[in-house]
Each structure stands twice: as C-alpha cells, then as structure tokens.
C-alpha cells in the first residue's frame, strides 16, 4: 500500500508541470500564432474576407509580429515578447486600416480595423530583413477566409506557415482541417452570366460594356486580381460609367456619352487600388492597379439609385481569380442587368388573345370540322 501511494505521488508531482503548461497555454491574449518565411523587398498581402453570414467574423483585429532569430522558427523562442506586446497599453499600438502597409521589423503591434464598406480587407506587410517572422493574432486568420488564403505574396502565390498553434477553444471556430487547399476551386466562379459582347462591325475604344442596378447609400467593389501566371493582364484599365434614365436597361442609350469621355483624355479621374469612385453623370476613370498587391480594389459609391452603364477597355473577366469582379459591401455578387420580364409584344399563344383574328378563324374551322 505504502509502494502504490508512494508511485501515485510520484506520478502527480510528474503531472502537476504539464497541467501547469496547458493551462498557461490556454491564458495565452491571442487565438493563433504561426511562423512565415517572408524576404526583404517583397510585399505580402494579409486579407480578411466577410464569411458566409455577410459579416466579418470580428470588427478588428490585434496582430503582433515578432522577428525570430536567425535559422529559428519555433514559435516558443518569442512567445515573451509577443505577451509584452499584447499587454502593453494601447496607445503603443499602431493602428491600420484596409490598404495600410506594415513596415515589419523587430517586434511590433498593430490593431486592424476591417473595412465596413467592403466585403474585403487587405493590409500589406514589408519586412525589413529577411527571416522567420512569428505573428500572434487575436483571431483565427481561417475565420476571415473565404476560398483563398489570408496570406500572399504580391504575385498571388500562397505564403504558408513553418509552424503553427491554435489557442481557441470556444464554439463556432473553422478549425481549418483543410488548410492544405484552402477551399479553393477552379469552377467556383462557373456560371457568371459575363455577358462579353462581340461589337460586330462597330467600333469602339472600349472592349466590354454591360448595365448594373445600383442602390444609393451602398457601397460596392471593383477588384482586379492577378491570374494564373501571377501578372494582371494589363497595369490599367480604362472605365467609363454612365447613369441611365430611370427605368433604362439599354447600354446603347449611353454610348454616345461613353464616346465622349473617352475622347478627353483631361477629363479622366486617376484612382489607384484603395479609392473610392463617386458614381454620377457620366464619369471616366484611369485604374492603376497594384503591383505590391495580388489584389487590387475600388469601391463604388452611387449618387442615386438606377442603372449604370459600365464601358471598360478591357474584358472584366480577364481580371477574376475566383470570385467576382463586382461585388456588394456584403460580398453579394453584382450581376449585369436586364431589363423586367413584361407581357407586352406578340402573343405566346392564341389563347392569350381570343379577341384577334387568328384566334376567331382557328376555332371557326375547328368547329366546322367537329360539324362535318
């Protein structure tokens, strides 16, 4: 009896420091933390999408990140100064909104702040020296995923973690089991209606032109992203955005306006990934995009609600990498519109007309037959 008690002792003093550990790792400030490979002179891009409710998973967001020690990638080597910097007062906190770039180097804090007015956040980081960078955050990054990876390198490519924990432990949380795809498919975006007109004999300086019902007070996002081969498919693009008369569905109707902004070279607004284009009239837009960026975003702003006639020099598509190009703040993609089905025109049968002539003579030789 006194061999078995002296064990059982033996064994709870042996327990008693690992508990000590799991329960400090459970008292950790952040959620996750993992380890990048990132090089000087590259920028990489950290994204935070709204999920499948319409909402971003949280509001804001803190993101401290620490630079290892040469030929290091444990998260353990750091996590002492990652706890100094996440009790440390708010004021030592540098605050950064979408389109912000974090200068990384030696260890440093930040407080996200997500875009309200979009379905998509991004934040550019540049490190100062290359190495190991651990970055602890108050979220799971998985939790702002929506099929692509929170973390790219300025061409697109996914930038994955040497080492990774997760601290989370209440409901509702991705555990991300399948990071290793991260939930992207080629035929997610199958099936947009791009309506892509050929011109026929016409000729115009634009290479695509389609109508969208926008609504006042909301804001919308035109993305440009690099494709496949890691390039966008020009640095720019010309736009040109007409509002229509109320009720108009008719692309045709605002060419002639759409011809004449893009006849003033004067007249054209520049707008580099980031801006906000306040949609009214007839307006011509030079888009920049990003070269430090995968992705490259705009946000729209209606004036009034009704239809908007879009000319643009090149084909919209050619700039999609999985999801839309027009998106709502919601992350609801933007259809091109047509016009309401109605029930004027020539009729689909006779019966909706008993009163004309063919309908009158087709039941008279019926009944003549029926009669014979």
Same mark, same amino acid.
């Given at each position: 009896?006194?061999?078995?008690?002296? /064990?059982?002792?033996?064994?709870?003093?042996? *327990?008693?420091?690992?508990?000590?550990?799991? /329960?400090?790792?459970?008292?950790?400030?952040? !959620?996750?933390? &993992?380890?990048?490979?990132?090089?000087?002179?590259?920028?990489?891009?950290?994204?935070?999408? #709204?999920? %499948?409710?319409?909402?971003?998973?949280?509001?804001?967001?803190? =993101?401290?990140?620490?630079?290892? @020690?040469?030929?290091?990638?444990?998260?353990?080597?750091?996590?002492?100064?990652?706890?100094?910097?996440?009790?440390?007062?708010?004021?030592?906190?540098?605050?950064?909104?979408?389109?912000?770039? =974090?200068?990384?180097?030696?260890?440093?804090?930040?407080?996200?702040?997500?875009?309200?007015?979009?379905? *998509?956040?991004?934040?550019?980081?540049?490190?100062?020296?290359?190495?190991?960078?651990?970055?602890?955050?108050?979220?799971?990054?998985?939790?702002?995923?929506? &099929?692509?990876?929170?973390?790219?390198?300025?061409?697109?490519?996914?930038?994955?973690?040497?080492?990774?924990?997760?601290?989370?432990?209440?409901?509702?949380?991705?555990?991300?089991?399948?990071?290793?795809?991260?939930?992207?498919?080629?035929?997610?975006?199958?099936?947009?209606?791009?309506? !892509?007109?050929?011109?026929?004999?016409?000729?115009?300086?634009?290479?695509?032109?389609?109508?969208?019902?926008?609504?006042?007070?909301?804001?919308?996002?035109?993305?440009?992203? #690099?494709?496949?081969?890691? %390039?966008?498919?020009?640095? &720019?693009?010309?736009?040109?955005?007409?509002?229509?008369?109320?009720?108009?569905?008719?692309?045709?109707?605002? !060419? !002639?306006?759409?011809?004449?902004?893009?006849?003033?070279?004067?007249?054209?607004?520049?707008?580099?990934?980031?801006?906000? +284009?306040? *949609?009214?009239?007839?307006?011509?837009?030079? =888009?920049?995009?990003?070269?430090?960026?995968?992705?490259? +975003?705009?946000?729209?702003?209606?004036?009034?609600?009704?239809?908007?006639?879009?000319?643009?020099?090149?084909? @919209?598509?050619?700039?999609?990498?999985?999801?839309?190009? +027009?998106?709502?703040?919601?992350?609801?993609?933007?259809?091109?519109? #047509?016009?309401?089905?109605?029930?004027?025109?020539?009729?689909?049968?006779?019966?909706? #007309?008993?009163?004309?002539?063919?309908? +009158?003579?087709?039941? =008279?030789?019926?009944?003549?037959?029926?009669? /014979?």
């Amino acid at each position: 009896v006194a061999m078995a008690r002296c /064990r059982s002792s033996l064994l709870i003093a042996a *327990l008693v420091p690992l508990l000590e550990f799991a /329960r400090g790792a459970e008292e950790h400030p952040w !959620e996750w933390a &993992g380890v990048f490979p990132l090089v000087a002179g590259e920028t990489y891009t950290w994204s935070a999408a #709204r999920g %499948a409710n319409n909402a971003y998973a949280a509001a804001t967001m803190k =993101l401290a990140v620490v630079l290892l @020690p040469a030929n290091n990638n444990s998260i353990k080597a750091v996590k002492e100064d990652a706890e100094a910097l996440f009790v440390a007062a708010p004021a030592t906190w540098s605050n950064a909104t979408s389109g912000a770039t =974090l200068a990384l180097s030696g260890a440093k804090a930040y407080s996200l702040t997500f875009d309200q007015g979009s379905w *998509l956040s991004i934040f550019k980081l540049q490190p100062a020296a290359s190495g190991n960078y651990s970055f602890f955050t108050e979220h799971l990054p998985s939790e702002f995923e929506k &099929g692509f990876h929170f973390m790219k390198d300025e061409h697109g490519k996914d930038v994955e973690v040497l080492e990774e924990e997760s601290h989370a432990n209440h409901s509702g949380h991705d555990d991300h089991a399948d990071h290793d795809d991260h939930g992207h498919s080629e035929d997610a975006h199958a099936g947009h209606d791009h309506q !892509e007109p050929k011109h026929g004999d016409e000729e115009h300086a634009w290479e695509w032109a389609g109508i969208f019902a926008l609504d006042a007070g909301e804001t919308y996002t035109w993305s440009a992203a #690099r494709g496949a081969t890691g %390039a966008y498919a020009a640095a &720019g693009m010309k736009l040109v955005v007409v509002a229509l008369p109320a009720g108009s569905y008719d692309v045709h109707a605002a !060419e !002639e306006e759409a011809e004449k902004g893009w006849a003033a070279p004067t007249t054209w607004n520049n707008a580099t990934s980031g801006a906000t +284009l306040a *949609l009214s009239g007839a307006k011509a837009y030079s =888009l920049t995009f990003d070269q430090e960026s995968w992705v490259s +975003l705009f946000k729209l702003q209606p004036a009034v609600s009704g239809s908007y006639a879009f000319f643009t020099e090149h084909l @919209p598509s050619e700039f999609e990498n999985g999801f839309h190009y +027009l998106k709502d703040e919601h992350g609801h993609d933007v259809e091109v519109a #047509r016009a309401p089905a109605t029930t004027t025109g020539a009729p689909t049968s006779l019966a909706q #007309r008993a009163d004309s002539p063919i309908y +009158l003579a087709a039941m =008279l030789a019926l009944l003549v037959g029926n009669i /014979r």
